[in-house]
């Protein structure tokens, strides 16, 4: 695609949004009921193809193999041993409808919650497929989450059966999942099963409330109509950290966001039928979501899915993978290409990558330096690098680099189609180029969230903060070519190793330590992870600040959230930063630990 060719499409989708994505939505997907409407804008609310009547996994799975394409391999799962699991687009219609019945006997029924504690493996993705084929709605939770975070997120949702698996592996060793499980729902009564996969073929003792997963679906048919849904039905929720407050559950309805998730994989990825492609996300994640499970299942891709880290059993691993699978579309963040290229070019030298054509990346700005190096050693100069600004909240990418396009390293590109991107100043006037402002999108688009679990108002918030938008949190520059740098949060959300996590989420478990009086936290650059965390804390009076307590308190924000979470760095201190109402300010901690000049002070209390 010549950059015209892409500048007149643009064009033509932002002009008439309702006619693109309608036109998209008749071709790429099956509908059992077209909709009468296809957009309403009842500010901030708003509303996909209504009336419209489908199911995501009918997409993802039946019209495949009403295809001819039963056959295709669906994914390709890689544990750390490389024991390797594969299964057939058809194979994973029939398991999926097992489930489904075994959900349905158990009494799930459309718009209750399901959550799903598991690791990355393919009863994982079934699992998130068989809640869709029913109308549960789905909230998958990385399983690296304590069990506290667990517990409030399923608090939340009232979640009726939680899925769960045995044990993770990470690096050789077994982390089991179950004791977590177990810890989160005590005394949760509203919780009536918990599903559990036993990944040794061994069974699980079933009771009332536990149930063995392989029991479950044994006996069960595997043929299940699909619940027919309604656009606007949710499909899941998943949370994510907010710059204050709990983490939020982000909902996605079931009408737009298939279309979303299928189409940017389509026109992103250039993926089709039976290419081979992997994200190295894990499902816990809305890349996860989008771009593991339901746009490459909905184009009918093969995708490897790999269990576990990069670097173990050896740092070439990634690149055994890429060449033994011949993957053609990779998709991972700058945080992992880091970490590789510190481990040195020889780990790539000795496989052939001659397979690749696309290199995506996602999480973080990828620097110039970064994008070379992924470009040159992984890419071979063959390839495209494709990065992708999006967010939990939009569903699927917003701002792309188009692998027609002429690339430009260290910027994220051009705003996809039908995505109304604009830079502008705190008071929401439009900046000039080449100046800096804040990334807002001016209309809704299929794929945005259509609100925040049980809290409207923090949904309108999106759209409040500045006039009339999407605010999405994000500082960016637009050259005079149109291309979009992201310059990182413009609040206080720390990304670590393309984690996104709440400054105000990891004070709030630190506050609650038995030591602790009062504590702020900052995101501090790094050069693999991006940032780490770095917490300044203070102590109530008489307590001693030794290597114990610091091993303590990071233990304790392991238990509190996960251990993503946990400070790296931990600096006592006797007095924070506040501004004269009692706001701490972060931001002159941020910049004393740059040795950068600290600002306007005015406002500090003393
Ligand atoms: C950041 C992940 C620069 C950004 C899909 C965003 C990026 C937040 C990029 C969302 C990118 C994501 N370039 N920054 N290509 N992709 N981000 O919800 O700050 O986990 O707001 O979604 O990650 O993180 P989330």
Redesign the pocket.
């Known amino acids: 695609m010549a950059k015209e060719d892409y500048q007149s499409l643009y064009e033509r989708s932002i002009e008439d949004p309702e006619g693109f994505w309608a036109s998209l939505a008749e071709n790429e997907l099956e509908w059992f009921q077209k909709w009468d409407k296809v957009f309403e804008w009842n500010y901030p609310y708003h509303k996909w193809f209504l009336r419209g009547k489908l199911n995501i996994t009918h997409n993802c799975l039946d019209r495949h193999v009403a295809a001819g394409r039963g056959d295709t391999l669906a994914f390709i799962h890689v544990d750390e041993n490389y024991k390797e699991t594969t299964i057939t687009y058809g194979e994973l219609l029939r398991q999926v409808n097992k489930l489904s019945n075994g959900l349905a006997s158990l009494g799930v029924k459309k718009g209750d919650c399901v959550v799903l504690y598991m690791p990355l493996m393919i009863e994982q993705v079934v699992a998130m497929l068989a809640c869709a084929r029913i109308g549960a709605i789905h909230s998958v939770i990385f399983a690296g989450f304590s069990d506290k975070a667990v517990r409030n997120r399923i608090i939340d949702l009232q979640a009726k059966v939680v899925i769960t698996a045995d044990w993770t592996l990470r690096r050789g060793e077994k982390k089991r999942l179950k004791p977590t499980v177990d810890e989160a729902i005590d005394g949760l009564d509203f919780v009536k099963h918990v599903i559990v996969l036993v990944r040794d073929g061994e069974r699980h003792d079933s009771t009332e409330r536990e149930v063995d997963y392989y029991e479950l679906v044994s006996e069960q048919e595997d043929i299940f109509a699909p619940e027919v849904m309604d656009s606007e039905d949710p499909l899941f929720v998943l949370y994510?950290s907010g710059s204050t407050g709990k983490p939020k559950g982000i909902v996605h309805t079931t009408g737009g966001y298939s279309l979303y998730a299928h189409y940017t994989s389509k026109a992103v990825f250039n993926l089709k039928p039976g290419d081979v492609y992997w994200c190295t996300a894990d499902p816990g994640?809305?890349?996860g979501h989008s771009y593991v499970v339901y746009g490459p299942l909905s184009v009918g891709a093969t995708s490897v899915l790999v269990e576990g880290v990069p670097d173990y059993p050896s740092k070439d691993r990634w690149w055994k993978i890429v060449d033994k699978y011949k993957v053609k579309v990779f998709y991972t963040s700058p945080t992992a290409i880091r970490m590789l290229r510190k481990f040195g070019e020889e780990h790539l030298e000795k496989h052939n990558l001659s397979s690749l054509r696309i290199l995506g990346?996602?999480?973080?700005?990828?620097s110039a330096e970064v994008w070379n190096w992924f470009y040159k050693y992984v890419g071979r100069e063959r390839c495209v690098v494709v990065?992708?600004?999006?967010?939990?909240?939009t569903g699927g990418h917003m701002i792309v680099s188009l692998p027609a396009l002429p690339q430009k390293p260290g910027k994220?590109g051009l705003p996809f189609f039908g995505i109304d991107v604009d830079i502008v100043d705190k008071d929401g006037q439009s900046v000039p180029d080449n100046t800096k402002g804040l990334l807002v999108i001016k209309k809704p688009w299929p794929g945005a969230m259509r609100t925040v679990w049980g809290d409207n108002a923090r949904f309108e918030k999106y759209w409040s903060e500045t006039k009339g938008v999407y605010t999405?949190?994000?500082m960016a520059i637009r050259d005079e070519d149109g291309y979009i740098q992201?310059l990182?949060?413009s609040d206080d959300?720390i990304?670590s190793s393309g984690h996104?996590i709440g400054t105000a989420e990891v004070e709030s478990a630190l506050n609650s330590h038995h030591s602790v009086a009062e504590s702020a936290v900052i995101g501090k650059p790094d050069e693999i992870r991006g940032e780490v965390i770095k917490a300044f804390i203070l102590l109530h009076t008489g307590r001693v600040h030794d290597e114990i307590l610091i091993e303590d308190i990071k233990f304790h924000v392991r238990r509190e959230i996960g251990a993503h979470a946990i400070p790296v760095e931990i600096e006592f201190i006797d007095k924070l930063p506040k501004t004269r109402s009692g706001k701490i300010m972060r931001r002159v901690l941020r910049a004393k630990e740059m040795g950068q000049d600290l600002g306007d002070l005015t406002t500090l209390e003393d």
Not at 361 to 366: A, K, M, N, R
């Open positions: 994510t994640w809305i890349t990346s996602v999480g973080e700005p990828i990065d992708t600004w999006w967010q939990t909240e994220a999405a949190g994000d992201i990182g949060r959300l990304n996104r």
